[in-house]
């Protein structure tokens, strides 16, 4: 009875194995589709002419920017010094424990290097990627700008794009390579945080279908 018992167990193991094997598998063509989208996005990332350019958020060290937002605003004021765009919108809200927004730090820093504060266009009420686009598309309609850059760091550009897309921004990106943050790493989290955005975007297009049927 006992032998039986185990013949039994083996083709369910067995199986088990095989549907952990495929979703391994699945798994594994899905970060790599990510990383080409990633890596494909970087290569096209060229500066282009348009009204404004928009500087992604990031982190501030107390009232002044990170290292990696440094690099942003680095390569957003080269943008604008080299005539690639007239206006720059920095984007970011107040984090938490900050008592002042990524926004308002982005603006300070690009004052401070020579661009005129008029212009510099704020959007403040963001707290993530999708957010910085979201409420600056509203910046964008206010002052009737119709063509963007997205300017961030490379390996950042390709679920930005996306998201930019998906609000209906026209938009080219700009990268920028960082020197202070380890890219393996970021791209990584990019493939995470891409795979995130994909089932959150089919999750609700399932809601919606569900709702109207």
């Known amino acids: 009875?006992?032998?039986?018992?185990?013949?039994?167990?083996?083709?369910?193991?067995?199986?088990?194995?095989?549907?952990?094997?495929?979703?391994?598998?699945?798994?594994?063509?899905?970060?790599?589709?990510?990383?080409?989208?990633?890596?494909?996005?970087?290569?096209?990332?060229?500066?282009?002419?348009?009204?404004?350019?928009?500087v992604l958020g990031a982190a501030v060290w107390g009232e002044g920017p990170s290292p990696g937002l440094r690099e942003r605003l680095e390569q957003a004021a080269t943008l604008y010094e080299e005539g690639y765009v007239s206006k720059l919108l920095v984007t970011g809200g107040l984090g938490e424990g900050k008592t002042i927004t990524e926004a308002a730090v982005s603006r300070n820093y690009l004052v401070a290097k020579g661009i005129p504060e008029e212009d510099i266009l704020l959007e403040s009420k963001s707290t993530s990627t999708y957010e910085n686009l979201l409420y600056g598309q509203q910046v964008l309609e206010e002052h009737h700008i119709q063509d963007a850059l997205i300017i961030s760091h490379d390996y950042h550009l390709?679920?930005?794009?996306?998201?930019?897309?998906?609000?209906?921004?026209?938009?080219?990106?700009?990268?920028?390579?960082?020197?202070?943050?380890?890219?393996?790493?970021?791209?990584?989290?990019?493939?995470?945080?891409?795979?995130?955005?994909?089932?959150?975007?089919?999750?609700?297009?399932v809601l919606g279908t569900v709702v109207l049927a």
Request: aromatic share 8%; glycine share 8%; proline share 3%.
């Open 158 to 205: 390709a679920r930005a794009m996306i998201m930019a897309d998906s609000l209906g921004i026209v938009a080219s990106p700009v990268g920028t390579t960082s020197h202070v943050l380890f890219g393996p790493y970021h791209k990584a989290r990019e493939v995470l945080a891409l795979t995130d955005w994909e089932l959150s975007r089919l999750w609700t297009q």
């Open 1 to 54: 009875m006992k032998n039986r018992t185990i013949n039994a167990q083996r083709p369910c193991w067995r199986g088990i194995r095989i549907v952990l094997g495929i979703v391994m598998l699945l798994g594994l063509l899905w970060s790599g589709y990510n990383w080409y989208r990633i890596e494909q996005t970087i290569e096209g990332a060229n500066a282009r002419h348009a009204t404004v350019g928009i």
